[in-house]
């Protein structure tokens, strides 16, 4: 606490990202980092854009990387907005769309981000529980309210919503924006973003950081109507009409367009989880059923904070919530074949003591 802080600045509680620790390598399972590099074909622009040119501002409306972003998900310039990470455009959505005078729903267990930002907009968040399987009672999604978020797959418990029951969803809400997370729609899920030209009502979220492999860059992406567009510009527009710097822009383009890349190293992830998956099942483990690169897990004889200590010993670091309801959970983010046999052969060892 600080006399200078704003009454703002001190009532919030920020959020605390996972660990990037400094003290001495780990095999780093913590914050679902892709563990493969960028595309070359982004690397190589990246490159290239940094030049003489740095001197100048970049393009205030980002038109390249909104035209591939759109193209991308075929919809139009006019139904795509781009910002610095998804944090930053979900920030700008919050600002944008949610009412102040009525609680904005989402599930208990989710992106802890969502709380913040909603202290920090003066929102009052209503909080659905999961049920005991971690499922989202979309039915409780309803009623008086001022908007709704959620990821999809959700975070951290990896459970994916059929593309149907977004619809149902959306059509039982037309009068409140309702936001989809996908920071991890690509390992496994069906985007809603083409449920965008029919429902004036839907914002879907996308991030580079996750299949993308450019966490390090900083790059989201919004699709929706041209109105819910608008409004995100409203608010990009007057806090800082430079978003994203020149490097970031050369670098998204060229990695949105090298399809056959993103296929490939998702198509790995995918393959690596499947197969991690089945070897924590058989060393007694619980675990959902994850559709993003990351595992949730629960062993009935070990606790998870447990856990988490011996695998930090033995150099693998994995994240821990020490929160209601998950406090015996772990969340292990999926890498190379490589990381994730010496994560096992931790795993094994602690479990077999
Ligand atoms: C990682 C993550 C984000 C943030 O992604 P950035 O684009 O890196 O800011 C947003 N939402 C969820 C659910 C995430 O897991």
């Given at each position: ?105 989402f599930p208990?267990?989710t992106y ?24 989202i009672?979309l ?9 709704i978020i959620m990821p999809n797959p959700n975070a951290?418990t990896a459970q994916l919503l059929a593309l149907?029951e977004i619809r149902?969803l ?8 309702v936001i989809i997370d996908e920071a991890y729609i690509d390992f496994g899920g069906e985007s809603a973003a083409?449920l ?6 839907l914002?879907v979220v996308q ?84 559709k993003a ?61």
């Amino acid at each position: 606490m600080s006399k200078f802080w704003s009454p703002l600045a001190a009532s919030l509680v920020p959020y605390v990202p996972g660990e990037q620790p400094k003290d001495k390598k780990y095999v780093k399972l913590n914050t679902n980092e892709n563990p493969y590099p960028p595309s070359p074909a982004a690397l190589e622009a990246m490159a290239d854009a940094v030049n003489g040119d740095l001197r100048l501002y970049p393009d205030p409306t980002a038109d390249e990387l909104v035209r591939a972003a759109a193209d991308y998900c075929g919809l139009s310039p006019a139904q795509t907005f781009v910002g610095n990470g998804s944090d930053e455009v979900l920030a700008f959505a919050f600002a944008a769309f949610f009412d102040p005078a009525k609680p904005v729903l989402f599930p208990d267990i989710t992106y802890s981000f969502y709380k913040v930002y909603a202290t920090l907009y003066g929102l009052s968040p209503k909080l659905i529980p999961l049920d005991d399987e971690f499922h989202i009672p979309l039915e409780q999604f309803a009623g008086e309210h001022g908007g709704i978020i959620m990821p999809n797959p959700n975070a951290p418990t990896a459970q994916l919503l059929a593309l149907e029951e977004i619809r149902d969803l959306l059509e039982r809400n037309p009068d409140n924006v309702v936001i989809i997370d996908e920071a991890y729609i690509d390992f496994g899920g069906e985007s809603a973003a083409s449920l965008v030209p029919e429902y004036p009502n839907l914002l879907v979220v996308q991030t580079l950081s996750k299949s993308r492999s450019l966490a390090g860059l900083r790059v989201g992406l919004a699709f929706g109507s041209e109105e819910l567009i608008d409004g995100l510009n409203r608010i990009k527009n007057s806090f800082n009409s430079y978003t994203m710097d020149r490097v970031a822009l050369r670098g998204a383009v060229a990695s949105l367009r090298d399809e056959a890349y993103f296929r490939e190293t998702t198509a790995k992830v995918v393959a690596t989880r499947e197969r991690v998956t089945e070897q924590v099942l058989g060393l007694g483990f619980r675990a959902t059923d994850s559709k993003a690169n990351f595992l949730f897990i629960s062993h009935p004889r070990f606790p998870a904070s447990e856990l988490f200590a011996k695998l930090r010993e033995r150099g693998v670091l994995v994240r821990y919530f020490n929160s209601p309801r998950i406090d015996n959970y772990l969340r292990v983010s999926v890498g190379t074949d490589e990381e994730m046999d010496m994560f096992l052969a931790a795993l094994k060892g602690i479990v077999s003591d």
